[in-house]
C-alpha cells in the first residue's frame, strides 16, 4: 500500500518554527519528487514547495526565505523546515508525490498524505 504520511505539526506562536515530516512506503521514494501543499481556511489549495528526484527544489514566493524543503533518502522522508511563521500559514498541509521532477501543479500527483494542520497564533 502507498502511503505518505505528514507529522510534526501543531500550535506555534507568530516568529516561531515547526518541522514537518513527510514518511513515504509502498513506492520506489528515490524516483519522485515530493511536494508540500497546504489549505487555508476558505482558500484553494497552495503548492508551497517540491524536491525532484535530483535534489533540485523550488519555492512559492508566500514562503521563500522562510521554508526549507530536504529529502534523506535512507529514512524514505522529506521534510519542510518552516521558520518565521505568520498567523497567514495556518493550514492544513499535505505532502504528495509525482515521478521524477516537479511539475508544479496539483493535477501532476500521484500520491497524497491525509494532511496534518499548523496552527501559528496571530
Known amino acids: 500500500e502507498v502511503q505518505l504520511v505528514e507529522s510534526g505539526g501543531g500550535l506555534v506562536q507568530t516568529g516561531g518554527s515547526l518541522r514537518l515530516s513527510c514518511a513515504a512506503s509502498g513506492f520506489s521514494f528515490d524516483d519522485y519528487a515530493i511536494s508540500w501543499f497546504r489549505q487555508a481556511p476558505g482558500k484553494e489549495r497552495e503548492g508551497i514547495s517540491c524536491?525532484?528526484?535530483?535534489?533540485?527544489?523550488i519555492y512559492a514566493d508566500s514562503v521563500k526565505g522562510r521554508f526549507s524543503i530536504a529529502s534523506d533518502n535512507a529514512k524514505n522522508t522529506v521534510y519542510l523546515q518552516m521558520n518565521g511563521l505568520k498567523a497567514e500559514d495556518t493550514a492544513v498541509y499535505y505532502c504528495?508525490?509525482?515521478?521524477?521532477?516537479?511539475?508544479?501543479?496539483?493535477?501532476?500527483?500521484?500520491?497524497w498524505g491525509k494532511g496534518i494542520l499548523v496552527t501559528v497564533s496571530s
Open positions: 524536491i525532484s528526484s535530483d535534489g533540485s527544489t
Open positions: 504528495a508525490a509525482e515521478i521524477r521532477s516537479c511539475t508544479g501543479g496539483d493535477y501532476g500527483m500521484d500520491y
